[in-house]
């Protein structure tokens, strides 16, 4: 068992593996999806989050083992990457990988503070009603902003990998997760629109996106819809089309 501590948490360095030993019986359950578990337990007082990342297949295994980082360390990496250019994320604990005697991966587990959040983006994107949509969705455009100008190309930006905070009226914070799957390069105005995509984005949303980004960055606000909305259709057209391709051949 390999186990790197932040170091604020080095006091505690003991009481982590605890953690991990007791995964299966102990803490709340958050999220049990087809290849990754979260739960939230204590860590001492404090209240943090276990993200599980099963075992690869023999292929994966060995990319893992010898070739490219674990899910669990490129969480870890890219939390403090993101904190050291204030892009708010839950504060990375610890990570934690499991090998075999050959040193190929068994499984990993990333640990980070827990964030009492008050709704997602995915709350915003599928209620026209919600209060104070279009404030949120402005913040939400800065906070992006800010994220690529730290030359951030967040490959899961999608609706549910975004907690949002109320912190006052008209005043919101945004903490990414997820976070294993990133590129750190400087971002095109193309590629930063392309980084929306994912998104699901009404044509009303995109007009308020594009109108954010473009007081931030300098480009006109037309030239912004119009490469935004274009991207948007062609992953929504796609999207789709997969979906109904899947059904159809799980009918035959």
């Keep these: 068992m390999k186990i790197i501590v932040h170091p604020k948490y080095k ?10 030993t007791g995964f299966l019986t102990d803490g709340d359950l958050i999220v ?36 490219r980082s ?13 904190i050291k250019h204030a892009i708010l994320t839950p504060f990375p604990i610890a990570y934690i990988e499991n090998r075999t005697s050959f040193g190929l991966l068994k499984d990993s587990y990333y640990i980070s503070q827990q964030v009492d ?31 690529h100008e730290a030359k951030v ?10 907690l949002v905070v109320k912190k006052d009226s008209g005043k919101y914070e945004f903490y990414l ?21 994912k998104m699901w984005l009404s044509k009303t949303m995109v007009k308020v996106i594009a109108k954010a980004y473009a007081k931030l960055s300098n480009e006109s ?19 789709t089309k997969k979906k109904y391709l899947k059904r159809k051949i799980g009918r035959k």
């Excluded at 190309?153 to 975004?162: A, E, K, V």
């Design 32 to 67: 049990k999806g087809a290849r990754n578990i979260i739960k939230s337990n204590f860590l001492g007082d404090e209240k943090v989050n276990i993200k599980f990342f099963q075992k690869p297949g023999w292929f994966k295994s060995i990319i893992y083992s010898f070739f």
């Design 177 to 197: 997760i997820d976070l294993n799957r990133m590129n750190f390069q400087n971002l095109s105005i193309e590629k930063r629109m392309d980084n929306f995509k």
């Design 70 to 82: 674990t899910k669990a360390k490129r969480s870890f990496d890219y939390a403090k990457y993101l």
């Design 117 to 147: 959040y008050d709704f997602t983006i995915r709350e915003l994107i599928h209620d026209p009603l919600f209060l104070e949509r279009n404030i949120i969705l402005e913040q939400f455009a800065e906070f992006t902003f800010k994220m």
């Design 153 to 162: 190309n967040f490959l899961d930006h999608s609706p549910g990998n975004t």
């Design 11 to 20: 006091n505690q360095e003991n009481s982590i593996p605890q953690l991990v």
């Design 221 to 239: 606000e037309e030239k912004l819809h119009a490469i935004l909305l274009e991207k948007t259709t062609q992953f929504k057209r796609k999207t």
